[in-house]
């Protein structure tokens, strides 16, 4: 597994909790195992890693939960978004593709823990195209947007932002 130089940033729904790597791991992967299913509340999930001395939580700290005897689930505690695979005794953190700003930017290169995958993984890709939440939908989506409380996918200097702004 290599590790190659970039600025990498991201974190919960909420902003609570935010961080910051300055290398990754070309290790993107997705897992369909058990655990990680219940711990993403998914089908599946896609990870991959930073090395542990190139992580800095810009801000908050995420809260864990011991999924079994050297491994953290971390999630934040005010929204609930799951954050990372940390296995404690390793030198590097899986971070949740979905929680990363950029997640279009890794690639998943890999399928492991197939002994839970489910049945219609392989036709996901062939099923209806709803198309984007603007298509036909124009007021639904004005409304997310002008009530929307996620962070952006961007660092921030102050969260969530004062009525002034
Ligand atoms: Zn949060
Ligand atoms: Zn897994």
């Not at 899986?94 to 998943?108: K, Q, R, V």
């Amino acid at each position: 597994m290599d590790r190659y130089a970039m600025e990498v940033s991201g974190g919960c729904q909420c902003g609570a909790v935010r961080y910051h790597a300055t290398q990754m791991m070309d290790n993107s992967h997705i897992c369909h195992c058990r655990m990680c299913q219940k711990a993403v509340g998914n089908v599946f999930a896609a990870l991959v890693a930073a090395p542990r001395e190139a992580i800095t939580w810009t801000r908050g700290t995420p809260a864990r939960f011991r999924s079994s005897e050297h491994v953290d689930r971390g999630f934040c505690r005010d929204c609930g978004t799951p954050l990372f695979y940390d296995n404690t005794e390793g030198n590097r953190v899986n971070f949740t593709i979905g929680s990363l700003d950029h997640p279009e930017l890794f690639p998943p290169g890999a399928n492991t823990g197939q002994e839970g995958q489910v049945p219609w993984f392989t036709s996901l890709t062939t099923i209806d195209d709803g198309g984007a939440t603007e298509d036909g939908q124009e007021a639904w989506a004005s409304a997310i947007k002008s009530t929307n409380h996620q962070h952006p996918d961007h660092d921030t200097d102050r969260w969530p932002p004062t009525s002034a702004e």
